[in-house]
């Protein structure tokens, strides 16, 4: 299943984020890509804002793992952006989606294409520039919380800042 919807601006772009956070559930895990400046983490932040967190959410650039533990669920922040290959799998991200060794929240891995390895069900988006704003494709596995996507295209396409981009 998919969605498209174009974001004509950083307001647009965290909103969607904000949005998706209000519905998300623990164990959710996405896979962002998209180049430099396409709003990762923008979305990022409306998601955590959405799940209640109160902290400033920055790109773990550096840092690479990024915790935030002050909102609905745990959201767990990771950017692959300086690793590749066997460097970005030696993070063993998947204690992060199976949720053995920490409490189980929401994973979002920017740069997600530098993994050799992926969780079963993850969720996709992808996200381009698009004249002045930015484009998005959101998918997700088949059948995996239904009632959500369909509450979450429901509100895309009646949300006001929203409601024509869908």
């Given at each position: 299943?998919?969605?498209?919807?174009?974001?004509?601006?950083?307001?647009?772009?965290?909103?969607?984020?904000?949005?998706?956070g209000q519905r998300?559930?623990?164990?959710?895990?996405?896979?962002?890509?998209?180049?430099?400046?396409s709003g990762k983490t923008a979305f990022t932040q409306g998601l955590g804002a959405g799940l209640g967190i109160d902290q400033t959410i920055d790109s773990p650039t550096f840092t690479l793992i990024n915790e935030?533990?002050?909102?609905?669920?745990?959201l767990y922040h990771v950017d692959l952006y300086?690793?590749?290959?066997?460097?970005a799998d030696s993070l063993y991200l998947e204690t992060y989606w199976d949720g053995d060794e920490v409490e189980s929240g929401i994973l979002v891995i920017e740069w997600a294409e530098?993994?050799?390895y992926l969780p079963e069900k993850p969720i996709r988006l992808n996200l381009a520039y698009a004249g002045v704003g930015r484009w998005a494709?959101?998918?997700?596995?088949?059948?995996?919380?239904?009632?959500?996507?369909?509450?979450?295209?429901?509100?895309?396409?009646?949300?006001?800042?929203?409601?024509?981009?869908?």
């Open positions: 299943m998919a969605i498209s919807i174009q974001l004509p601006d950083l307001r647009a772009t965290h909103h969607f984020g904000w949005l998706m998300l559930s623990a164990g959710s895990v996405l896979l962002l890509s998209g180049p430099l400046g935030y533990v002050t909102g609905r669920v745990p300086r690793l590749e290959g066997a460097a530098r993994l050799n494709e959101l998918s997700w596995p088949v059948g995996w919380h239904g009632e959500v996507w369909s509450n979450l295209q429901e509100v895309l396409k009646s949300d006001e800042i929203l409601v024509d981009e869908v």
